[in-house]
């Protein structure tokens, strides 16, 4: 299993460190971070398990998962598995258990529109509530499909078009299989792999991690060829500024989708983001991990 490392500590988003107090006056001011301008940056976010696949898309243009082969084997394991099993493995109800089980038993390829729907219009839940993209206009989704990528336990890495049917597999999921305990030991490498095969593509070495601790453990920041930049989102609560889960994971969305709409290209224009209340705060901030308050109403 991949160890959690300090690197990966410290530069994954800001979900898990809920609780944690930011005085709402410092003295110790950071300056946003001289990042050298980019040409791209790639945006990270992790899935979401609450789906919708009973709206119809409002477009049909879709692409296939680069990774669907190694999907193929994860669920040619699970459709083996009882919806028990399945609950049990996944910490679940047992109609979920069972309906995950269905799923898994009907899952074929070749994925088509109607069965299966593209990534960023089937997630729901808080990031893609923020994410908005139901709204986004065709050259938001082009800009989207070559500068966002959504973390997968089931798929790995999906753009925001490629086609998916409905899962539930979180990818802190200690699944035995044949490369290990759980999900992180199965997808290796390959998950890096597809990262810095798209920052090639874009000629950029920037990421902008969006992602829980969960879903970046499965990415190695050692062979990752970028910079990686973790926002941070917080909300005053009396004298100081804490990360509020709830509030943090739609703050996410909404940066993902500012990013998409303005086709943000240059990691140093971050602070301009502002959003629902949100502001960049140099207080706040440190390298590589700038901090964006709202204050209480």
Same mark, same amino acid.
């Given at each position: 299993?991949?160890?959690?490392?300090?690197?990966?500590?410290?530069?994954?988003?800001?979900?898990?460190?809920?609780?944690?107090?930011?005085?709402?006056?410092?003295?110790?001011?950071?300056?946003?971070?001289?990042?050298?301008?980019?040409?791209?940056?790639?945006?990270?976010?992790?899935?979401?398990?609450?789906?919708?696949?009973?709206?119809?898309?409002?477009?049909?243009?879709?692409?296939?998962?680069?990774?669907?082969?190694?999907?193929?084997?994860?669920?040619?394991?699970?459709?083996?598995?009882?919806?028990?099993?399945?609950?049990?493995?996944?910490?679940?109800?047992?109609?979920?258990?069972?309906?995950?089980?269905?799923?898994?038993?009907?899952?074929?390829?070749?994925?088509?529109?109607?069965?299966?729907?593209?990534?960023?219009?089937?997630?729901?839940?808080?990031?893609?509530?923020?994410?908005?993209?139901?709204?986004?206009?065709?050259?938001?989704?082009?800009?989207?499909?070559?500068?966002?990528?959504?973390?997968?336990?089931?798929?790995?890495?999906?753009?925001?078009?490629?086609?998916?049917?409905?899962?539930?597999?979180?990818?802190?999921?200690?699944?035995?299989?044949?490369?290990?305990?759980?999900?992180?030991?199965?997808?290796?490498?390959? %998950?890096?792999?597809?990262?810095? $095969?798209?920052? &090639?593509?874009?000629? !950029? @070495?920037?990421? #902008?991690?969006? +992602?829980?601790?969960?879903?970046?453990?499965?990415?190695?920041?050692?062979?990752?060829?970028?910079?990686?930049?973790?926002?941070?989102?917080?909300?005053?609560?009396?004298?100081?500024?804490? %990360?509020?889960?709830?509030?943090? $994971?739609?703050? &996410?969305?909404?940066? !993902? @989708?500012?990013? #998409?709409?303005? +086709?943000?290209?240059?990691?140093?224009?971050?602070?301009?983001?502002?959003?629902?209340?949100?502001?960049?705060?140099?207080?706040?901030?440190?390298?590589?991990?700038?901090?964006?308050?709202?204050?209480?109403?």
């Amino acid at each position: 299993m991949q160890n959690v490392s300090a690197f990966q500590r410290v530069y994954s988003s800001a979900d898990h460190n809920e609780g944690n107090n930011y005085p709402a006056s410092s003295a110790n001011t950071t300056p946003f971070p001289q990042y050298e301008s980019t040409r791209a940056m790639l945006t990270l976010l992790s899935p979401a398990k609450t789906l919708d696949f009973e709206t119809p898309p409002k477009t049909k243009t879709a692409t296939t998962p680069t990774l669907l082969d190694e999907s193929e084997k994860l669920v040619d394991q699970l459709r083996d598995m009882t919806g028990p099993q399945l609950s049990a493995l996944m910490g679940i109800s047992g109609r979920l258990g069972s309906l995950n089980r269905n799923r898994y038993a009907q899952w074929a390829t070749p994925f088509k529109l109607g069965d299966a729907k593209q990534a960023v219009l089937a997630f729901r839940g808080d990031v893609y509530q923020g994410l908005d993209a139901d709204t986004f206009s065709a050259d938001d989704l082009k800009f989207a499909q070559k500068h966002l990528r959504i973390l997968s336990g089931l798929y790995g890495v999906l753009r925001p078009m490629d086609l998916m049917l409905p899962y539930r597999l979180e990818m802190g999921t200690k699944l035995p299989n044949d490369r290990g305990s759980n999900l992180y030991e199965f997808w290796g490498d390959r %998950i890096t792999e597809q990262l810095n $095969k798209q920052l &090639r593509s874009l000629k !950029s @070495s920037t990421v #902008i991690n969006l +992602a829980s601790v969960e879903y970046f453990k499965s990415v190695n920041p050692g062979t990752l060829k970028a910079d990686i930049i973790a926002p941070v989102f917080l909300d005053q609560k009396g004298s100081n500024y804490k %990360i509020v889960s709830f509030y943090a $994971k739609k703050a &996410r969305g909404y940066m !993902s @989708s500012w990013i #998409i709409r303005n +086709a943000v290209d240059d990691a140093k224009k971050l602070k301009k983001f502002k959003a629902e209340g949100y502001r960049y705060s140099a207080e706040h901030s440190s390298p590589d991990r700038p901090a964006f308050i709202r204050d209480a109403k």
